[in-house]
């Protein structure tokens, strides 16, 4: 149901007519009678696929004035003993095995608490002549 459902949400944001739309919209209209309950589980997962999505966008967004100003390579060998590219997947919500890459719960702690480390050093910095 939830597969149906995402190729109908695809073909509705491609539609170009109020026609073709009113047509996708019978289509789910049908499979949400067909079987109500599986419909409804189904939109309940296509909307935390969605807010995980705008999560993501949101921490790209956050960090695209950090990104040019930090070494990331340096944040993920010095803070996750990995490498610049598996940092780069999960910033930019990379296809990695299938399936966009991001941060895990525990992920996005380590990396707060990176940038707050950096910071700290940042702002310890005294420079004198």
Do not use: C
Not at 9 to 36: F, G, H, M, V, W
Not at 89 to 98: A, L
């Amino acid at each position: 149901m939830k597969t149906q459902l995402s190729a109908l949400k695809e073909q509705y944001a491609r539609a170009r007519s109020d026609k073709a739309k009113a047509i996708i919209n019978e289509q789910i209209k049908a499979l949400a009678t067909q079987d109500p309950d599986a419909f409804a589980e189904a939109m309940v997962e296509l909307a935390r696929d969605t807010a995980d999505r705008a999560e993501d966008l949101l921490m790209r967004e956050k960090l695209k004035d950090i990104i040019p100003a930090v070494s990331l390579s340096y944040i993920a060998k010095t803070y996750f003993g990995k490498t610049r590219t598996w940092i780069y997947h999960r910033i930019n919500g990379s296809i990695v095995n299938g399936k966009p890459a991001k941060f895990n719960a525990e992920e996005k702690k380590i990396l707060e608490g990176a940038f707050r480390d950096l910071g700290s050093k940042l702002s310890s910095l005294h420079v004198s002549t």
